[in-house]
């Protein structure tokens, strides 16, 4: 249930406007008061431009298969924008900077990125350096077309690859426009290793404003979290603890002092069937405070739905007491 966010202590959630586009249709959310309305979701929500997933799909080159035919995703990417395939009926759609607005405000999240192109790793200076300055060109746009809200706040994001000249030149460029916040996007998406990712991070922290929230795009490990607050990142999204949660690896905690840190452990495991103990000792979640071991371990075993629901609920509360512990720190002076 969508409350449970909101009693589990989540200040924020994401959704994916990509996937919200594809199906249902923006229109319908529209049509329903918004996405706050539609989904009951009783908290603030963040979306992404559509960006991240369009740029995957080219660079995957996936393919999926429409109406009984194979058909790659991704028809054309322009200085417009992209056109791609839905993966659901196999019509045509389009994302470009305009679109991309028009999509977030139909779907109504308070906070909403400008499309932005993503880059990986593996690619050159030069096609780093085009690319960047389309997503320049497209923020100018989305600006133009977002224009002010009382109920909705635009985020720029900072792009540039693995180059700190163009990392630099990409937040000097973002941080002077008109948004509301400052995100960073493409730190995680290409297999870079944990340094050069500090490194994307640590080249444009003193661009960063004091007066503005900045925002991690797809970051979501506990040591990199600890790490990149302390670069000025007040926000971050990813899968990690939902989707680890569904596949059955429950967080536990380690550490408490200053900041908590978690372990997994795979319910799955024979081991469990007959543990009676709470999950986690030391969390005091309503999943630890009524259910076992053996009782997640016997939802897992059968597929019972419920399970991934109470995994999911355990590991957000882990990440909410961690975050917690986190905002403690810096209130103490001793992150
Ligand atoms: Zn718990």
């Not at 995957?60 to 991704?74: I, M, P, S, Y």
């Not at 720029?156 to 960073?184: C, H, M, N, P, Y």
């Amino acid at each position: 249930m969508p409350n449970l966010l909101a009693e589990i202590g989540s200040q924020v959630a994401f959704v994916n406007t990509y996937h919200l586009v594809t199906h249902p249709g923006p229109e319908i959310i529209e049509k329903a008061g918004g996405i706050h309305a539609y989904s009951k979701l009783p908290i603030p929500l963040m979306s992404d431009s559509g960006g991240f997933q369009v740029f995957s799909l080219a660079q995957n080159k996936r393919k999926a298969t429409v109406r009984g035919e194979e058909e790659a995703l991704v028809e054309k990417i322009t200085e417009d924008g992209v056109t791609f395939r839905s993966a659901f009926d196999g019509s045509l759609l389009s994302f470009t900077p305009e679109t991309s607005i028009v999509f977030q405000k139909q779907i109504g999240a308070d906070l909403i990125m400008a499309f932005d192109e993503c880059t990986s790793a593996d690619i050159p200076h030069k096609k780093t350096k085009e690319s960047m300055e389309r997503t320049h060109r497209w923020l100018l746009r989305c600006i133009n077309k977002f224009r002010a809200s009382d109920k909705q706040y635009l985020y720029g994001i900072i792009q540039g690859g693995v180059f700190e000249d163009l990392r630099k030149e990409s937040a000097e460029f973002v941080t002077k426009q008109d948004v509301d916040g400052i995100a960073i996007g493409s730190i995680a998406n290409s297999g870079e290793g944990k340094t050069q990712m500090q490194s994307q991070v640590d080249w444009v922290t003193e661009y960063l404003p004091n007066d503005k929230p900045v925002h991690l795009l797809g970051i979501g490990y506990a040591e990199d979290i600890a790490n990149f607050v302390r670069n000025g990142i007040d926000t971050f999204d990813c899968v990690e603890p939902t989707r680890v949660a569904r596949m059955g690896y429950l967080y536990q905690i380690q550490d408490k002092k200053p900041i908590v840190g978690w372990k997994e452990i795979d319910i799955n495991k024979g081991i469990f069937k007959n543990n009676l103990e709470k999950v986690d000792e030391q969390c005091s979640c309503n999943v630890c405070e009524n259910f076992t071991k053996s009782y997640l371990h016997h939802l897992f075993k059968q597929k019972e739905l419920l399970g991934y629901t109470l995994a999911t609920y355990h590991n957000l509360s882990i990440m909410e007491r961690f975050m917690a512990s986190i905002r403690k720190a810096i209130s103490d002076d001793i992150l």
